[in-house]
């Protein structure tokens, strides 16, 4: 009996590095299994991803397209976290221009697998065309829930089959609501999601049994295709080049082995919140009057930024 044939997998992800970064992780364990990665992004988002270990660095490939300028998207932005929140639909208007490249790159390559986001609903019938996956299904193309108020999502759906609590809050809904709409992009997130799941195969889910496995038998039964569990995909254990930033983190863990369990408060609102200088101040000085310890993690502003940070 012969070698198996090594696989080749392309994984192409939405612009936002809470994307990019996990399927990172997933494609360091595919290559740790010996297959053949190609890791479709953009020039800028790539240079910013952590190093690929040495090991691994001859299984996964970086495939670099380039954005088209985009009205409305400042020169240079290539993730979400290039751009104030209202501006990210221009940038899904950008990464449509995409397609062209894209097919190209799977039609020379021929990849066996092609794992992609929920943002590039062109990309099943492109896949369709190539022999990759299956004609689409129009369910949840447009969506199926006749949920359309924000109070409608504050409790646990009526196809939810079992006793659960899961639900929105009420400014979690309104939020929500939002993916419900067509934006500048031209199309709605619903829309985009609804069209990928719709074309795939198998839907990869960033969970494990462990956590939700009702959940993910759910998944599976309403779409007709297998809802696989991938574990969390945590970043892996990287080594510190930067011996400053090994220091600082030393004595931050010499803080927290100090403190009683459960004490510490964390404080991060992801890499796409952008608030003012004003509002940064007024977090901090409540955070000093709590009196509670606490930990907070925030990017430093770049020197040429405007009025506004990250946290």
Not at 22 to 41: D, H, N, T, W
Not at 174 to 191: I, M
Request: proline residues 9%; charged residues 20%; contains cysteine.
């Amino acid at each position: 009996m012969g070698e198996p044939k090594q696989l080749h997998v392309a994984v192409f992800p939405w612009l936002a590095f809470g994307h990019l970064i996990p399927y990172l992780e997933l494609s360091k364990l595919i290559a740790q299994k010996g297959q053949q990665v190609s890791f479709i992004s953009t020039p800028r988002n790539i240079q910013r991803l952590p190093k690929i270990p040495p090991n691994l660095a001859q299984n996964i490939n970086f495939v670099i397209l380039n954005l088209s300028p985009t009205e409305n998207l400042p020169p240079k932005a290539e993730a979400t976290a290039d751009v104030p929140f209202h501006t990210i639909p221009y940038l899904k208007r950008a990464f449509d221009g995409l397609q062209d490249s894209l097919a190209h790159f799977l039609e020379t390559s021929k990849p066996d697998w092609v794992i992609c986001d929920f943002a590039p609903h062109w990309l099943p019938p492109i896949t369709t065309r190539l022999g990759f996956f299956g004609p689409s299904s129009q369910v949840m193309i447009n969506g199926d829930d006749p949920r359309t108020l924000p109070e409608h999502f504050t409790v646990s759906p009526e196809w939810v089959p079992f006793p659960s609590k899961i639900a929105f809050r009420l400014h979690e809904a309104k939020r929500f609501l939002d993916h419900f709409e067509v934006n500048p992009s031209g199309l709605s997130d619903l829309y985009r999601f609804g069209s990928v799941i719709a074309g795939s195969d198998a839907i990869f889910i960033r969970s494990c049994m462990e956590l939700e496995a009702d959940f993910l038998r759910l998944v599976a039964e309403i779409h007709g295709k297998p809802a696989i569990p991938l574990g969390i995909l945590p970043p892996s254990s990287a080594v510190v080049a930067d011996a400053q930033e090994e220091d600082a983190w030393l004595t931050i863990n010499e803080w927290l082995e100090k403190q009683n369990e459960g004490s510490v408060v964390y404080v991060a609102f992801g890499s796409e919140l952008t608030i003012s200088q004003e509002q940064l101040n007024e977090l901090a000085l409540g955070m000093e009057l709590s009196g509670l310890p606490f930990l907070w993690a925030l990017r430093k502003r770049p020197a040429d930024s405007a009025e506004g940070e990250s946290c």
